[in-house]
């Protein structure tokens, strides 16, 4: 039973209406009215189109192509709640942009993901949720409370319904060590890394292996798939020695059109994804699952919203 006295809104904006209709219907409410309209010198316009005065509001938005709009589209909605007196404005952003500029890794360049975050708390929002950050420390880039989700127990489901071979969990490279860790643990099963060398923004070449991997059937687990350099990478596992029917399972589906194309190698057997972001039918591939985030946001939104405790949603990231 839910003790608090604001009432439940959600709304939309253009990135994903899917995903939040999903996530609605899971919470018995309905998606709440407003207006988002592109004028004819490209800005954008939003109006609010219920009474929100005093409500508890969520808004679901994923930052993905193309970032910009729809990160500015999801600013000027935050303002237009905020000036019709919601009292809380909780920004559920289940791809969070710019999140792999998190750092300065060269001298005179900006950190964007604390710029999002800046701008967001700036303008009104009073928490935000996403779902497998490239980065935990970009959490410390706002002082508002934030929850960071994970989909790994939505992959974690999926994977214990397969009858795999000697299946072993892999971090494609060393920053993703302790995600893939977490992911090995909640699947009882072995971790194998790997060791990568970033050569561009768009290449990586792999140095070297660390673990059993020999007739093993490989689990990647990582956060964003977009020009697909992870799939070429991956082969060499089975030079090393791994089962050709390598499994992906990555949160968000950038799917650049190159990524598309190497999905087609024979060592690929299958690409499992969310809808954190929407996959247009363009970009749909016989090899390509999507899972749904839905109910791991509803749960999030409702325990938001009663006051109850959100450590079982985070219990495997410890």
Not at 31 to 43: C, F, H, K, M, V
Not at 122 to 133: C, F, K, M, Q
Not at 274 to 284: A, D, L, R, S
């Amino acid at each position: 039973m839910s003790r608090n006295l604001h009432t439940l809104r959600i709304f939309s904006g253009n990135a994903n209406p899917q995903l939040a209709e999903e996530v609605a219907n899971l919470l018995n409410r309905p998606l709440g009215r407003s207006a988002i309209r592109r004028l004819p010198d490209s800005e954008i316009h939003i109006l609010i189109d219920e009474l929100v005065r005093g409500d508890d509001v969520f808004i679901i938005q994923p930052c993905s192509e193309p970032v910009n709009d729809n990160l500015m589209e999801l600013i000027l909605y935050i303002d237009a709640l905020r000036r019709a007196s919601a009292h809380d404005i909780n920004v559920v952003i289940p791809y969070f942009p710019y999140a792999r500029q998190e750092r300065m890794a060269r001298g005179r360049e900006p950190i964007s993901a604390r710029v999002v975050a800046t701008m967001l708390e700036t303008i009104g929002a009073s928490r935000v949720i996403y779902v497998d950050i490239h980065s935990e420390a970009t959490q410390g880039f706002f002082t508002i409370p934030v929850d960071p989700l994970s989909a790994m127990t939505v992959f974690a489901r999926y994977i214990q319904q397969l009858d795999l071979v000697d299946p072993v969990v892999v971090a494609p490279d060393v920053g993703r060590a302790k995600l893939a860790g977490r992911f090995a643990r909640l699947l009882d099963l072995p971790l194998v890394l790997m060791h990568k060398r970033r050569t561009s923004f768009s290449t990586t070449e792999t140095t070297a292996i660390v673990g059993d991997i020999e007739d093993k059937t490989p689990i990647i687990f990582d956060d964003i798939i977009a020009g697909g350099s992870v799939l070429t990478q991956v082969e060499s596992l089975v030079d090393a020695g791994a089962r050709p029917e390598i499994i992906m399972t990555i949160t968000h589906p950038v799917l650049l059109p190159s990524a598309l194309e190497r999905l087609d190698a024979p060592f690929i057997k299958k690409l499992v994804v969310t809808n954190t972001i929407h996959v247009p039918q363009e970009k749909h591939h016989p090899k390509l699952e999507i899972l749904s985030i839905a109910p791991l946001l509803a749960d999030a939104i409702y325990r938001i919203h009663s006051g109850e405790s959100m450590s079982p949603l985070m219990a495997h990231q410890g």
